[in-house]
């Protein structure tokens, strides 16, 4: 049984299945079912004005959470949170501060899905782009990915490996060497424990064909080598039949890396869960 999910969207996110019974107290029932202790609601709130931008209501998110505190907080630890997005650029920082100012959650995902450019590899054809420029958005990217974690307001930082889900789906994984990329990614990580944040381990990609979480196995492990010990674990479902979804996987791996437990955050303050 996963114990937590720390990463899951209802109807309240834009491009989550819209219809009404995928709503956050099903999410909760369904955790329940599962035996799952912990969880977050991270509606997306990508403050950008880029096309792809996905987004929330975040006052009916935050309503919502409540409902589900409400209602089914004696049987699950429940926590609002919200995916946060792109606020490393400049011209998010305000919007991105009253958005935390007002909405006050417990828990903020960082995440990165449009680089700055505007490569959005949710959309974009992979087919019409040579190696060369895949993988110098790759570069820009982790650059991106790293000035964030050196700069910005958040909790846990989400899936740090997001191009490789749709590297994958269009089958270019191939032109990616990892081993070149463990060194800015252990910039990224010494970047997380220095400021006291966590790393998420998405599982989303543990239900596709992919086998990998994100990050995958061999930068989780590198991760825990360099002395990381705060980890956040979320399926990423935008339904709630996937709630809690391979994140047994995942705990089984960190286990075996000798981690002891997982982060939860209320009111933005963070508390260690051991494993049973
Ligand atoms: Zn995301
Ligand atoms: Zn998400």
């Known amino acids: 049984m996963p114990i937590c999910d720390m990463h899951v969207h209802t109807r309240i996110s834009s491009d989550a299945d819209q219809a009404q019974e995928n709503n956050v107290l099903t999410f909760c029932e369904t955790a329940i079912k599962r035996g799952i202790k912990h969880i977050a609601f991270t509606e997306h709130c990508d403050i950008i004005p880029d096309p792809g931008a996905i987004t929330c209501d975040v006052a009916e998110a935050k309503r919502e959470a409540e409902l589900a505190k409400e209602k089914y907080g004696k049987e699950l630890d429940i926590m609002h949170g919200i995916e946060l997005a792109h606020i490393h650029r400049p011209e998010c920082k305000a919007f991105a501060q009253n958005v935390l100012n007002d909405v006050t959650p417990d828990f903020v995902l960082g995440s990165l899905h449009i680089n700055d450019d505007g490569t959005d590899y949710y959309t974009m054809d992979f087919s019409q782009y040579s190696d060369e420029f895949l993988l110098s958005s790759l570069d820009d990217y982790l650059s991106q990915i790293i000035h964030f974690a050196k700069t910005c307001d958040f909790d846990s930082l989400a899936h740090c490996t997001y191009p490789l889900r749709y590297f994958h789906m269009h089958s270019r994984l191939g ?102």
């Open 175 to 276: 032109i990616i060497d990892m081993k070149k990329y463990f060194e800015p990614y252990g910039e990224l990580f010494k970047t997380l424990m220095e400021r006291g944040k966590s790393l998420e381990i998405n599982s989303s990609t543990l239900r596709g064909d992919y086998k990998q979480p994100l990050p995958c196995f061999d930068l989780i492990k590198l991760y825990v080598d360099l002395g990381g010990k705060r980890f956040t674990l979320g399926s990423d479902g935008h339904h709630f039949s996937l709630v809690g979804t391979k994140i047994d996987e995942v705990e089984d791996y960190i286990k075996s890396l000798g981690v002891q437990g997982i982060m939860t955050y209320h009111n933005r303050q963070e508390s260690f869960v051991k494993f049973d």
